[in-house]
């Protein structure tokens, strides 16, 4: 008798044991959702996290009044104010992008974004889809305040308007910025340092661009081979979209592998197994 009274005990302590166990159980995972939007109030939540958002429309604003202001009547065209708009984006856009990912590091948050998020590349993948959204968001307003511009320009001059850019160029240009945000948040994934990221950046759009624009320019063997070294050169085919081939997509490709997956690659490698203080 004493015997089976224990066993019912033990079965009664056992069932109390898992019924604890269940109640302790890990919560659900945070949802992806969640972490995106955290990511992207974290972008709007400092003073100079928004100021550096609205500068997109500030210099797109500027850019178009400049261009209504300086530029001759025959050239009030879209394609004038998208070039002009576009080149205030190619700088602001990457930065963002950059300042995306190393903010965890240079404002030492990191530590407390990888203890409430343990796994890593939730984290950073939700950075890139928050980078990714806020370009294509900035770039159709740009591309918008453009064509209002068009449309004041053309009725300042006394002129009808222009539309000379083809939709598919529109895509190839809407690309070209987002594969200019790509290459930012390599750079910030690959050197997790604001600074260094972003003379980074300048140095491979603007100092090593210029180098081979005059190596191709003075050099015949470097002229035929541009193309499938040269990323910011096949890069800049996307602005024309309609007219690449399959060998420009097949440059585009080779070219990206090589200056942008390859180094993302390598950093993320570095972003997931580092240590983190």
Known sequence: MTTLTLEHEHENERAHRDDLLVARSAPAPIPM??????????????????????????????????????APDSEITYMTFGTAIGVPMAIILPVIAILSVTSEWSQRTGLTSFTLVPHRARVVNAKLAVAVGVGVVSMLLALGIGALGNLLGAAIVGVDPVWDVAAADLVGLLLFQIVNMLIGFML??????????????????????????????????????????????????????????????????????????????????????????
């Open 33 to 70: 959702s969640r972490i995106v939007a955290v990511e992207l109030r974290k972008s709007f939540d400092t003073r100079s996290g928004f100021w550096l958002l609205a500068s997109v429309g500030i210099l797109a604003t500027l850019a178009t009044a400049a261009t209504i202001l300086f």
């Open 188 to 277: 910030g994934v690959l050197f997790r340092n604001s600074a260094g990221a972003i003379v980074g950046y300048f140095v491979y759009s603007f100092v090593l661009g210029t180098l081979t624009e005059v190596l191709s320019a003075t050099q015949d063997w470097f002229e035929r081979i541009q193309p499938w070294i040269d990323f910011n050169y096949t890069q800049g085919s996307l602005t024309e979209m309609s007219a690449m081939t399959a060998e420009n997509w097949a440059q585009l490709g080779v070219t990206g592998l090589v200056w942008l997956v390859l180094p993302l690659a390598v950093g993320l490698r570095a972003v997931l197994r580092s240590e983190v203080k």
